[in-house]
């Protein structure tokens, strides 16, 4: 959440869509130590509210959360969420915007040290999606959920994060046929599948448990699922 001056001291919180919510209520005349105390408390409620309204969106999707219930989740008061994220379109958009900024971070840097082919890339990113999607499977749950409306939600998720991740996975596989090494297919329709495979077991983990007896996230099973989708994907994958 950025931060701007307001007129008379402190800060104003200013929202992801660039309008003012609630002023923090920083005394600017307070002895620094107590000010950094009051921004580190500040920003500790609203990780544990982004924590707990994952989850619970995750669980629940949009319309079945409520801000009371993340807020009981969080074991913050309601006020304090309200106070943090104004309404729960924007606690929906900053929950999502926090997680996915991280994912993209964290996958641009292993991306960055993959090797310089585009099918070593694709390897990487098949890998490393699959790891993301097991330590946060609420990520997925909640594209999905959404992917099956026209919302303004889904609409801000395409801009600034799922037009350009679609983008640079399709060019990789493109890439990675023009080279021989990736199986020859609709690149569009390549990326869903590998998407939907990488993603979708750990959404239905407990389903998965119940009809095959294994734990999706265990190391042995995520290491196969990571084989399974190399043999997909990848012409004579080793």
Not at 124 to 140: W, Y
Not at 152 to 166: D, K, Q
């Amino acid at each position: 959440m950025r931060r701007g001056r307001r007129p008379g001291g402190g800060r104003t919180a200013v929202r992801l869509d660039g309008t003012e919510a609630h002023p923090v209520a920083v005394d600017q005349k307070a002895p620094a130590k107590r000010r950094v105390r009051i921004s580190r408390r500040g920003d500790d409620v609203r990780e544990r509210v982004l924590k707990a309204a994952l989850e619970c969106f995750g669980a629940f999707g949009f319309e079945g959360t409520s801000t009371r219930a993340v807020a009981e989740h969080a074991e913050v008061t309601h006020t304090l969420v309200l106070y943090h994220f104004k309404s729960k379109e924007q606690l929906w958009i900053a929950t999502i915007d926090n997680a996915l900024s991280r994912y993209s971070a964290e996958m641009e840097e292993h991306l960055a040290g993959a090797d310089d082919t585009a099918a070593g890339a694709l390897r990487t990113f098949i890998e490393q999606f699959i790891r993301m999607s097991a330590r946060q499977p609420q990520i997925h749950r909640i594209l999905t959920m959404e992917s099956n409306q026209d919302t303004t939600r889904l609409n801000w998720v395409i801009e600034n994060y799922l037009r350009r991740h679609f983008a640079k996975v399709r060019d990789l596989i493109r890439a990675g046929q023009e080279q021989g090494l990736v199986r020859q297919c609709d690149p569009a329709r390549l990326y869903y599948m590998i998407i939907g495979a990488g993603g979708t077991p750990f959404t239905v983990s407990t389903e998965y448990r119940a009809l095959t007896g294994r734990d999706v996230f265990s190391e042995a099973e995520i290491l196969r699922n990571i084989a399974f989708l190399y043999e997909l994907v990848f012409i004579d994958a080793p």
